[in-house]
């Protein structure tokens, strides 16, 4: 059964059960020195030979915007089209060094949006990353080559808004969301099945 009270145990920073992913975005820009902030955060993650094989596309202008809110499914552009900030994370398929496949190029993707989404935590932002893309689409839309990069992700991002904006079955989840308690995924020694749903 997961936690619901976020109370991390033993302790952990705050901006960990700080952070979680908000639909409701305030109608406030977001100052290009502070997206950049966010990217910088994202460069410092760790990778697979230092290859950095993460690539983020991301619109603020109004112009930008109207290209990147159709590449996300209806149901997440209900409301991240709010956002002031929308991106696209991507993946380099190959090593630079020797163009053999880099199979570790998603986790490290995964790491440079998490350095994104705590930057933005400690920033007064909310990232919220979407699954919910059209993958058939973003490569051509945005310029990317299909046979270089995967598509990972779309991101949403803005200074937290009401959530009384929102639609009512999403206003309803606009909460932070439970966690699983480490027991049940953190084994010491060797896998432990009857912890799992504990």
Not at 8 to 18: G, M, N, R, S, T
Not at 40 to 62: D, G, I, K, V
Not at 93 to 109: E, G, L, M, V, Y
Request: hydrophobic share 40%; charged share 25%; aromatic share 12%.
């Amino acid at each position: 059964m997961p936690d619901t009270d976020r109370r991390p145990d033993p302790p952990v920073a705050p901006l960990f059960p700080e952070r979680w992913s908000r639909r409701a975005f305030a109608d406030r820009p977001v100052a290009p020195e502070t997206v950049h902030q966010l990217f910088e955060a994202a460069r410092w993650a760790p990778s697979c030979f230092n290859e950095q094989p993460w690539l983020f596309l991301y619109a603020r202008t109004a112009a930008d915007l109207e290209r990147f809110r159709p590449l996300l499914v209806d149901k997440n552009r209900l409301w991240a089209e709010r956002a002031p900030v929308l991106a696209f994370a991507f993946a380099r398929r190959h090593f630079d060094r020797n163009q053999s496949p880099n199979r570790w190029a998603h986790f490290d993707t995964g790491a440079a949006w998490m350095s994104l989404a705590l930057q933005a935590q400690m920033l007064g932002l909310s990232a919220h990353g979407m699954g919910g893309i059209h993958f058939d689409r973003v490569h051509d839309a945005l310029g990317v080559p299909a046979d270089r990069f995967d598509a990972i992700c779309g991101i949403a991002i803005g200074y937290p808004g009401d959530p009384a904006s929102l639609p009512d079955d999403l206003r309803a989840r606009e909460n932070p969301s439970p966690r699983r308690p480490r027991q049940t995924f953190a084994h010491e020694g060797r896998f432990q099945p009857s912890t799992e749903s504990v």
